[in-house]
T-cell receptor, first 114, second 111 residues
Framework: DTGVSQNPRHKITKRGQNVTFRCDPI?????LYWYRQTLGQGPEFLTY????????KSRLLSDRFSAERPKGSFSTLEIQRTEQGDSAMYLC????????????FGPGTRLTVT | EDKVVQSPLSLVVHEGDTVTLNCSYE??????LLWYKQEKKAPTFLFML????IEKKSGRLSSILDKKELFSILNITATQTGDSAIYLC???????????FGKGTSLLVTP
């Protein structure tokens, strides 16, 4: 399967714990995006990388959230001191420079904070 | 504030029916409007519309943009149970990178 992959697919954690998610984009895609989706809502943009550079961050990305893409390939999203409001599906997407309109989404990581 | 509003929020139809989903938008620096289909997991790209009045078509799905009245419609003809999904419309942020999505229309096609 050469699509976008995300790990883990599900994560249950206790409030206050730190969690880290990983996204592996399609191999030739240099653009990578993180979104968050809650029930009954469309995905909400969190952050965007072009190669290893983080070029845009949403206001939604509080200080507890950090994302990296150290070598311009896979990316990680870390949430520190999780809160119940962080419970959501975290989606990763990637695209090429030439067709950035078509963002290819991964299956998501569902986070439940208890 | 920029936004897209989708209607209806949910819809139930019988197999074989034709459905029309709506997406109205208020977006400064509008570039294009996109439609995605989301089944139980990842959204998948359907169409991108940039020019008014030009229909995009893929099989039983088609979409058109009206830049004067600021809306887009997604039509599905001869619906099948496999069309059951959430249909999302989206626009690009001012930066041109982020997609901003509407809440979606949940479509259920019954046999």
């Amino acid at each position: 399967d050469t699509g976008v992959s995300q790990n883990p697919r599900h994560k249950i954690t206790k409030r206050g714990q730190n969690v880290t998610f990983r996204c592996d984009p399609i191999s030739e895609h240099n653009r990578l995006y993180w979104y968050r989706q809650t029930l009954g809502q469309g995905p909400e943009f969190l952050t965007y990388f072009q190669n290893e550079a983080q070029l845009e961050k949403s206001r939604l990305l509080s200080d507890r959230f950090s994302a990296e893409r150290p070598k311009g390939s896979f990316s990680t999203l870390e949430i520190q001191r999780t809160e119940q409001g962080d419970s959501a599906m975290y989606l990763c997407a990637s695209s090429t420079r030439d067709s950035s309109y078509e963002q290819y989404f991964g299956p998501g990581t569902r986070l439940t904070v208890t | 504030e920029d936004k897209v509003v989708q209607s209806p929020l949910s819809l139930v139809v019988h197999e074989g029916d034709t459905v029309t989903l709506n997406c109205s938008y208020e977006v400064t620096n509008f570039r294009s409007l996109l439609w995605y289909k989301q089944e139980k997991k990842a959204p998948t790209f359907l169409f991108m519309l940039t020019s008014s009045g030009i229909e995009k078509k893929s099989g039983r799905l088609s979409s058109i943009l009206d830049k004067k009245e600021l809306f887009s419609i997604l039509n599905i003809t001869a619906t099948q149970t496999g069309d059951s999904a959430i249909y999302l419309c989206a626009y690009y942020s001012n930066s041109g990178y982020a997609l901003n999505f509407g809440k979606g229309t949940s479509l259920l096609v019954t046999p």
